[in-house]
């Protein structure tokens, strides 16, 4: 059985005088899981960890992402993180800081759950 893509948010975080790539990963990860919730868990009687979550991290420098650090932060199924060249980075001449801009996308895999369905 295939897993099929139930979810996908997306989330940004910052670090704004640190340069810390992986506060403003951390922070875009936690941005996207605030957005959403999964009630089908419940609904059908299906354990979270049944879930293949994704999540892909933009940042300017991502080299500097652990990415197993930011596994162990996601708080239900089995997830990988991956780091891509994205985000921003803003430098600000007048003080010589620059703000880092991390994006994130999460999704979210199950089995198929189409016969657990009945159309009425």
């Known amino acids: 059985m295939t897993d099929q893509r139930v979810i996908i948010e997306m989330g940004m975080g910052n ?3 640190g340069m810390d790539y992986q506060k ?3 922070r875009a990860i936690e941005d996207a899981i605030r957005h959403s919730t999964l009630p089908i868990f419940q609904s059908i009687g299906l354990e979270t ?3 293949r979550v994704q999540v892909t ?3 300017q420098e991502p080299d500097k992402i652990d990415t197993v650090a930011l596994v ?3 708080p239900r199924g089995r ?3 991956s780091a891509v060249l994205g985000g921003m980075n803003v430098p600000n001449p007048e003080t010589g800081d620059t703000a880092v801009i991390a994006t994130a996308a999460v999704e979210a895999f199950l ?3 189409a016969s657990k369905w ?3």
């Open 15 to 17: 670090d704004l005088h």
């Open 24 to 26: 403003a990963a951390a």
């Open 49 to 51: 960890d049944a879930m």
């Open 57 to 59: 991290i933009g940042v």
């Open 72 to 74: 162990a932060k996601l």
């Open 79 to 81: 997830a990988t993180v």
């Open 111 to 113: 089995p198929s759950q």
């Open 118 to 120: 009945v159309q009425g």
